[in-house]
């Protein structure tokens, strides 16, 4: 239970107007698992920020309560158990994200990228397809087939299978 965030009020206020969980999640759709956790200040049993800050707000609306002081103190709450974390390990990519880029190498590694296209759509074309292209002049193209199609009558004669 956090004692940072005030979810006892939340209770306090939803027994004083006589609504059961139940009733609650009727009326603002929110899990009842996800309201308990509000109310017992369990924020480790909540979804991520924004959703979790979408929920208190409806609930503090239905409750008829201004939801900025209970948004403060759960955006509050909220920070201070992120840093409270183990600091995660030091990867290449976590370093490399905090090693500032110059401004112009985003526009240097997107021009790369064209040329790189550009370059390779030139080699498959002269490797491939304008090989493939000249040796189609030098092909026969094939005339129409004639097909005749004999009925078991006409060899018969009489009609007869």
Known sequence: M????????LRAR???LGLTLAQVHEH?????????AMEEGALDHLPTFTYSAGFLNSYCQLLDL????FLDQFRAATHRRQHAVAPREHTVSSIMDR???PAWMTEFIAWGTICAIIVLGWITY???VRPFAQNAEQRLEAGPVGIQIK???EETGDGEY
Do not use: M, N
Request: net charge neutral; glycine share 4%.
């Open 99 to 101: 090693v500032p880029q």
């Open 66 to 69: 201004a939801p900025e002081p």
């Open 14 to 16: 939803r027994e004083k």
């Open 151 to 153: 009925h078991f009558e």
């Open 126 to 128: 002269a490797t491939i």
């Open 2 to 9: 956090s004692k940072a965030f005030p979810g006892q009020l």
């Open 28 to 36: 603002i759709h929110v899990p009842v698992e996800y309201i308990r």
